[in-house]
């Protein structure tokens, strides 16, 4: 069964430096997201991409973070200049369409000291 | 805004027995519905959902869920529950235009023998 892979599945990195996060989506989806659950919390949307563009983003997704598609299998979650309220697991996530349900990886743990 | 409300954080019940878990939610427009649920150090998998039709909505594992629009709830429910069925269950909310899942605060279902 086809299946959104993320890596990697856990990352530690100091505050202040650059991270990216790694996302292959199912090959036949079109919508990307990601979402974020800090510890204890709820999962919260960050942005949705689409055609090679943001198509929405939450007012957690300020300048230090960016979306790239690089080639046409992976997605990622760029964070500039990480801080320690960026520790949480983050979800990728695809979807065929709009209007469809969306297909989420196991999600990286993200861990800033 | 779309929000979302699980007033349970956490439900006991004996293996075998039946369970409800409880989901209210707020909207301005018409809504698609979901349950997903979160086995311990995994990702979200999709259980059910409601886009429009029949409002009984039968999922994976004997799961189902009842769309109520008069009283804006999707509560789900199992006639009996299994050992494995302990996770987290998190009921999510969109809206047509399916940009992104606005996500309650998860109820923890814990089955013990």
């Known amino acids: 069964e086809p299946e959104v892979t993320q890596t990697p599945s856990h990352q530690v990195t100091q505050m202040g430096q650059e991270v990216i996060l790694r996302c292959v989506p199912i090959?036949?989806?079109?919508?990307f997201y990601w979402y974020r659950q800090i510890l204890g919390q709820k999962v919260e949307f960050l942005v949705s991409?689409?055609?090679?563009?943001?198509?929405?983003k939450s007012e957690i997704f300020d300048d230090q973070f960016s979306v790239e598609r690089p080639d046409g299998s992976n997605f990622t979650l760029k964070i500039r200049s990480t801080k320690l309220e960026d520790s949480a697991m983050y979800f990728c996530?695809?979807?065929?369409?709009?209007?469809?349900?969306?297909?989420f990886g196991q999600g990286t743990r993200l861990t800033v000291v | 805004a779309q929000s979302v409300t699980q007033l349970d954080s956490q439900v006991p019940v004996f293996e075998e027995a039946p369970v409800e878990l409880r989901c209210n939610y707020s909207?301005?427009?018409?809504?698609?519905l979901f349950w997903y649920v979160q086995y311990p150090n995994q990702g979200l998998q999709l259980l059910l959902k409601y886009l429009s039709g029949s409002t009984l909505v039968k999922g994976i594992n004997g799961f189902e869920a009842e769309f109520n629009k008069s009283q804006t709830s999707f509560h789900l429910r199992k006639p009996s529950v299994h050992i494995s069925d302990t996770a987290e269950y998190f009921c999510a909310v969109s809206d047509p235009g399916f940009q992104k899942l606005v996500f309650g605060t998860g109820t923890r279902l814990l089955v013990s023998p």
């Open positions: 996530a695809s979807s065929v369409r709009a209007n469809t349900e969306a297909f």
């Open positions: 991409f689409y055609n090679n563009e943001i198509s929405e």
């Open positions: 909207s301005s427009v018409s809504v698609y």
């Open positions: 090959s036949n989806h079109l919508y």
